[in-house]
């Protein structure tokens, strides 16, 4: 299993900006699989996720409303769509994978990470 995260960069506020994760070696339509990210001196957070039942999908409050997670089963690959960017969202975004196809917080296999960095 392999998660390939990228799409980072830097982007003003207000900007938009697509984050992807390849994945290999499992089907992402078959599992939970989820965006998270980390600030400098803060924990991980659970940004936005989404479940093989339906393709549900859950987001954190404060990205509610402006990232969208979708998959696309063809290329086997996940997305984070981040709208109205703000200086706040500045992070390093990792992909996971989840144990299972429900939503149960439990991810087995994470990728590198994506730098964003949202400034002026």
């Known amino acids: 299993v392999q998660l390939q995260a990228s799409g980072g960069g830097l982007m003003q506020p207000g900007g938009s900006l697509r984050l992807a994760c390849a994945a290999s070696g499992f089907t992402v339509n078959d599992y939970a699989i989820g965006w998270f990210r980390q600030a400098p001196g803060k924990l991980r957070e659970g940004v936005a996720s989404?479940?093989?039942?339906?393709?549900?999908?859950y987001y954190a409050d404060v990205v509610n409303g402006r990232f969208t997670i979708y998959r696309d089963n063809a290329k086997n690959t996940l997305y984070l769509q981040m709208k109205s960017l703000k200086s706040e969202d500045t992070a390093v975004y990792y992909c996971a994978k989840g144990r299972f196809g429900a939503r149960t917080g439990l991810y087995d296999y994470w990728g590198q990470g994506t730098l964003v960095t949202v400034s002026s």
């Open positions: 989404i479940y093989s039942d339906y393709g549900r999908a």
